[in-house]
């Protein structure tokens, strides 16, 4: 597994500029992004993750791992609706699932060329997939291709991350946490990650 280049030195210019920020990279000392560096791997990982809790999307991935490779779209496509579902899928991940497999299988999805792409290409490359909405797309921009300014303004845990470490009374809507968050350009995140470090010091690895 890979990790940023740039990590040190964004947490350098963070903590400068942010008391809070600083006293969250010096909690997590040592906490870093990483990556497994499965383009597929990391998208069926966020679309099984979909909406339930952690606990439960590592227990369908650790049966969906016995059914196939699942760095190997072709081998999940070769997997039945059923099966599938058995492995604790829905009938609509199931449907995702499959879609996002023949993307990669017939090379509508390329790997080599979605890290060439920049991060508004790749969202919208990714979105094309069923299942696959911004939200989806970002954690691969974080998770796979470790693209540096990423601010995730509609996931929940940073929204209460954001609030519950810069005393907001009410959790912040999208359109504000967008506003919020420019503070912290070029290394968006970088402070993402350790937001939800104030959450769960538990890393997620997609």
């Known amino acids: 597994m890979s990790t940023p280049d740039y990590w040190l030195g ?8 942010d008391a809070v920020m ?15 560096g499965e383009p597929f791997e990391t998208l069926l990982r966020a679309i099984v993750g979909q909406q339930i809790s952690l606990a439960a999307a590592d227990a369908i991935w650790g049966r969906l791992s016995a059914l196939a490779p699942l760095k190997d779209p072709v081998s999940v496509l070769a997997l039945t609706p059923e099966a599938l579902r058995q492995a604790g899928l829905s009938q ?21 060329h979605l890290a060439r792409l920049d991060d508004e290409d790749v969202i919208a490359a990714l979105t094309a997939v069923r299942g696959i909405g911004r939200w989806t797309a970002e954690m691969f921009l974080i998770f796979n291709l470790l693209r540096p300014d990423v601010w995730p303004v ?8 954001v609030a519950r470490c810069y005393g907001h009374e009410a959790v912040p809507k999208p359109a504000e ?3 919020l968050g420019d503070v912290w350009r070029p290394w968006r995140t970088v402070a993402t990650w350790y937001l939800w470090r104030s959450l769960d010091p538990v890393e997620v690895l997609y």
């Open 177 to 179: 946490l967008k506003r």
């Open 10 to 17: 964004a947490c350098t210019a963070l903590a400068a500029d």
């Open 92 to 112: 609509r991940k199931v449907e995702y699932t499959r879609d996002l497999a023949l993307h990669f299988a017939d090379g509508h999805l390329d790997a080599a």
């Open 154 to 161: 509609d996931d929940i845990g940073l929204q209460k991350a």
């Open 22 to 36: 600083a006293g969250l990279i010096r909690q997590f000392d040592g906490s870093m992004l990483r990556t497994r």
